[in-house]
Antibody, heavy 119, light 109 residues
Framework: EVQLVESGGGLVKPGGSLRLSCAASGFTFSSYSMNWVRQAPGKGLEWVSS????????YYADSVKGRFTISRDNAKNSLYLQMNSLRAEDTAVYYC????????????WGQGTLVTVSS | SYVLTQPPSVSVAPGQTARITCGGNNIGSKSVHWYQQKPGQAPVLVVY???DRPSGIPERFSGSNSGNTATLTISRVEAGDEADYYCQVWDSSSDHRGVFGTGTKVTVL
């Protein structure tokens, strides 16, 4: 069974940093591109970042470019999102999502982890 | 940047057909994916590559895509179909990025 479990969310002050993790199981992690998608409270879905299976290709939404860094450790079946210079508008539930080919559908999602940026 | 526009809400009686549109410039040239999200839950893929269904998704869910509009159709709507629905594409016109539609709340009357 495919499982994606996010962790690392919490309350952080504006300007602070946080690192999210996503533990994957039930599939060959190293064969899939992975993504972070977020959803602000009461709002729609927003794609944040994607990383190819071997980390060769990395992309970011304009809203986070230069502040967030996506990475992965295929040996540990884990995906990460380092978030720096956090702003109130980064407050959201952050989901990790699997994507077979880097431009396909998000076929499996984690349950999400809540990040709250507030003083 | 590429924009996908959906109607904010669609209301439908049980047993009837719901159609949710997703408008984008020449969206017919892209592969469109659709997600269902119920309150407090993660999104679930219901249609991919315009019209294919993942295993476990009822045949009542179908999709089409042409010109500037993609459509998700839910036939014989059930109470359990009440949810938010999002379309999604990849845009590689200037960089490679995922794009979600604005979302549509489907209410079963």
């Amino acid at each position: 069974e495919v499982q994606l479990v996010e962790s690392g969310g919490g309350l952080v002050k504006p300007g602070g940093s946080l690192r999210l993790s996503c533990a994957a199981s039930g599939f060959t992690f190293s064969s899939y591109s992975m993504n972070w998608v977020r959803q602000a409270p009461g709002k729609g879905l927003e794609w944040v970042s994607s990383i190819s299976s071997s980390s060769s290709y990395i992309y970011y939404a304009d809203s986070v470019k230069g502040r967030f860094t996506i990475s992965r450790d295929n040996a540990k079946n884990s995906l990460y999102l380092q978030m720096n210079s956090l702003r109130a508008e980064d407050t959201a539930v952050y989901y990790c999502a699997r994507d077979r080919v880097g431009n396909g559908p998000f076929d499996y999602w984690g349950q999400g982890t809540l990040v709250t940026v507030s003083s | 940047s590429y924009v996908l526009t959906q109607p904010p809400s669609v209301s439908v009686a049980p047993g009837q057909t719901a159609r949710i549109t997703c408008g984008g410039n020449n969206i017919g040239s892209k592969s469109v994916h659709w997600y269902q999200q119920k309150p407090g839950q993660a999104p679930v893929l219901v249609v991919y590559d315009d019209s294919d269904r993942p295993s476990g998704i009822p045949e009542r869910f179908s999709g089409s895509n042409s010109g500037n509009t993609a459509t998700l159709t839910i036939s014989r709507v059930e109470a359990g179909d009440e949810a938010d629905y999002y379309c999604q594409v990849w845009d590689s016109s200037s960089d490679h990025r995922g794009v979600f539609g604005t979302g549509t709340k489907v209410t079963v009357l």
